[in-house]
């Protein structure tokens, strides 16, 4: 696995992320990959945006850390051969976290985020379930800011 960190966050109570993601010959296997993590002050992630390959197609989905548990979107598929993808984080108790593939919302969840803030962001091939993925995907263009969504 291989990624960089930016640790530009500090407690920070929002997240908008934006980065482009050119799957290539990726081929994930039957793994769940992060490609995206938040990150707290312990280095546990609190939001996440993830990679599968299923029945040959290249699919996303949103994952928020929220009152001591995680919960998941839905898989998106996503196509073309570089595609742009946005995330929106808040903590609150009415937290939210939103994730878009170009300009169209696959995947929003809610809940109790209150006791998490960001301190690190982590992009690139971050974690992975149980099988080893071969091939390149490049994930480029990263910009983050606390204020508005790029």
């Known amino acids: 696995m291989s990624y960089v ?15 482009d993601l050119a799957v290539g010959s990726y ?3 039957s793994a769940v990959v992060d490609i995206f ?4 002050a312990s280095n546990n992630a609190v939001v996440v945006v993830q990679l599968r390959r299923q029945g040959g ?10 009152s001591g548990a995680w919960t998941y979107s839905g898989w998106s598929t996503i196509t073309g051969a ?4 946005r995330l929106s984080w808040t903590s609150a108790v009415a937290g939210a976290a939103t994730l878009q593939v ?26 992975r379930s149980n099988t080893t ?12 800011t606390r204020f508005t969504a790029p």
Do not use: C, I, M
């Open 5 to 19: 960190a930016d640790n530009t966050p500090a407690a920070e109570h929002s997240l908008f992320a934006k980065f």
């Open 27 to 29: 081929n994930a296997g």
């Open 37 to 40: 993590q938040g990150r707290d």
């Open 57 to 66: 197609n290249n699919q996303v989905r949103l994952g928020l850390f929220r």
């Open 82 to 85: 570089t595609v742009t993808l």
């Open 102 to 127: 170009g300009a169209t919302t696959v995947a929003s969840l809610t809940g109790n985020t209150s006791a998490s803030v960001v301190e690190s962001a982590l992009l690139g091939l971050v974690a």
């Open 133 to 144: 993925p071969t091939g390149p995907a490049t994930l480029d263009n990263y910009y983050s």
